[in-house]
């Protein structure tokens, strides 16, 4: 594994794999719309996300079984797009948020609401009186069950 050699420890297959999958989490067009990773990054006064976590990711596990979080802190010290903490344990991404992507900032996340009866409609309509309701995401288990919460973006 890529631990075996630290010097060509950026031309490692496995390390480049893991590295572009981890430039993509952290990506304009992944990250922006990552709730779990946005989630993550909010519980962290400077956005960092812990390493150990995102090696959990089946993608991750696939490419790197059993990762050392402090041997994927090696490798992600070789992007120059993604920032490592001093201890080797959590990652963000280096430049800003694109600052287009503003639906982050215009959006809620609501729960509570009734199993039986919600729908986009309804809940774009109960919201409609605290602004121009953009878009509706009513939230479902992998059954497709509703989990009685949503998130719903706004139009400014």
Request: include cysteine; charged fraction near 25%.
């Amino acid at each position: 594994g890529p631990s075996s050699h630290l010097g060509g420890m950026c031309d490692d297959k496995t390390a480049v794999a893991v590295l572009k999958q981890m430039e993509f989490y952290f990506s304009d067009s992944n990250y922006p719309k990552d709730k779990f990773m946005r989630a993550q990054a909010a519980l962290n006064p400077d956005g960092y996300i812990s390493i150990e976590k995102i090696m959990m990711f089946n993608h991750m596990k696939q490419l790197w079984p059993d990762a050392d979080p402090k041997e994927v802190a090696k490798v992600i010290k070789c992007s120059p797009l993604l920032e490592v903490n001093e201890e080797g344990t959590l990652i963000k991404r280096s430049a800003d948020l694109p600052t287009e992507d503003v639906c982050a900032l215009r959006s809620i996340y609501a729960r509570l609401f009734p199993q039986e009866g919600t729908t986009i409609g309804s809940v774009a309509e109960f919201f409609g009186k605290h602004g121009t309701v953009f878009s509706v995401h009513l939230r479902r288990e992998s059954d497709k069950t509703f989990k009685r919460s949503v998130f719903v973006e706004f139009a400014t």
